[in-house]
């Protein structure tokens, strides 16, 4: 059986003390790329917006979401090691985001943003959300540079040994399949619907990617390992990904519901 083995380096360079990991440039080029998306589609859909007020909104976009995804990771799964050492709270550097909780703090961010621009609040989710993938795709390469969020064992072609905590066994590398249908294939979705000027109600788009992400994400987890702290929650197969994803998917039904059907 052949199987890759991973020897990346999780840092970028180095100068001095000055660290560069290839998980920050995927921070930064995720939200430079989702503000260009957003500024073209605005664009397109003819939606005026000055470039100061867009600023303003991205980076309450930014904090919402760095905030919300180290809160969510506390929450989600720290499974009361942060209770006990909060301190390590603030120790992002150390790793633990979580999609969910970004997701929740971007959402508080876009309310407050919507409100700088001057434009409905679901018309921003419907403009931001667009570009959301592009982030998820850096991110999700990111977690396989780190090598870490890795897959259950396997013995496939391209199964990839990480090594250290994940033991020395052919895995599935689940953060490239997620890189590939929560980034590259669900960005294929939100850009052929934004093809279209919004004949489409404000939230169509933010609900559209609620529901994709969700039954992408919730099937990747069937061949990821479940984070070590929690393991299963239920069933021997229900993990904390899936459990929080469902949600999301009721979340995207319900506003697509209420669109068409009351509104």
């Keep these: 059986m052949n199987e890759l083995f991973h020897s990346i380096d999780p840092v970028a360079f180095q100068i001095g003390s000055f660290t560069v990991r290839w998980y920050g440039i995927a921070y930064i080029l995720g939200f430079a790329c989702a503000s260009i998306v957003l500024v073209l589609v605005a664009k397109r ?3 005026h917006v000055e470039a100061d007020k867009v600023l303003a909104c991205i980076l309450c976009g930014i904090a919402g979401i760095i905030i919300g995804a180290r809160l969510g990771y ?3 799964y720290g499974n009361g090691y942060y209770w006990a050492n909060p301190l390590k709270i603030l120790a992002i550097y150390e790793g633990g985001m979580s ?3 970004g997701f929740i703090g971007g959402l508080i961010g876009g309310f407050f943003g919507a409100k700088i621009m001057g434009i409905k609040y679901l018309r921003l989710l ?3 959300f667009i570009g959301v993938p592009i982030g998820l795709f850096f991110g999700r390469c990111a977690n396989f540079i780190n090598g870490e969020l890795w897959g259950a064992a396997c013995d496939l072609p391209w199964a990839v040994n990480f090594g250290g905590l994940a033991g020395n066994i052919p895995r599935h590398p689940s953060q490239l399949y997620e890189a590939i249908l929560e980034g590259l ?7 052929i619907l934004a093809r279209k000027l919004p004949p489409y109600k404000e939230g169509t ?3 559209v990617f609620c529901i994709c992400y969700a039954v992408f994400r919730f099937a990747v987890e069937f061949v990821r390992e479940p ?8 069933f021997d197969w229900l993990t904390m990904g899936q459990l929080l994803s469902i949600p999301l ?6 506003l697509l519901v209420w669109n068409y059907r009351c509104r």
């Design 185 to 191: 294939v669900l960005l294929a979705i939100m850009l």
């Design 99 to 101: 999609f969910h909780g």
């Design 74 to 76: 506390v929450l989600f």
């Design 205 to 207: 788009y933010f609900a």
């Design 126 to 128: 419907d403009l931001a």
């Design 227 to 234: 984070d070590a702290q929690l393991g299963y929650l239920a």
């Design 45 to 47: 859909w003819k939606i």
């Design 249 to 254: 998917f009721l979340l995207g039904i319900a």
